[in-house]
Nanobody, 120 residues
Framework: VQLQASGGGLVQAGGSLRLSCAASGSIFSWNTMGWYRQAPGKRRDLVASITNGGTTTYTDSVKGRFTISRDNAKNTVYLQMDSLKYEDTAVYFC???????????????WGQGTEVTVSS
């Protein structure tokens, strides 16, 4: 299974970006997909997640500004980021918890990271 993230870039404060993460491979079923971010010198933290049933979770600092969604038919998760702030600057990683074909356990997979830079 591979996760391919895209959509990062440089944007001014107040602007918007949309991140995408497409999964490919022998996927049997999905559990949760999410986005994490890691700023320089800091740990990787959860930004938003969405369950197979569509339940979403957001970290407090992005509530009302970011929206996570998924397209199960395309095995893709999106993160719409509006009203971006300087403190949103980080490398964003997509994550998927899923079961592969022929495997009983749920496994974690990570995308390669996409950089988001917000200028103040």
């Amino acid at each position: 299974v591979q996760l391919q993230a895209s959509g990062g870039g440089l944007v001014q404060a107040g602007g918007s970006l949309r991140l995408s993460c497409a999964a490919s491979g022998s996927i049997f079923s999905w559990n949760t997909m999410g986005w994490y971010r890691q700023a320089p010198g800091k740990r990787r933290d959860l930004v938003a997640s969405i369950t197979n049933g569509g339940t979403t979770t957001y970290t407090d600092s992005v509530k009302g500004r970011f929206t996570i969604s998924r397209d199960n038919a395309k095995n893709t998760v999106y993160l719409q980021m509006d009203s971006l702030k300087y403190e949103d600057t980080a490398v964003y990683f997509c994550n998927a918890r899923l079961r592969r074909l022929g495997v009983r356990t749920i496994e974690d997979y990570w995308g390669q990271g996409t950089e988001v830079t917000v200028s103040s």
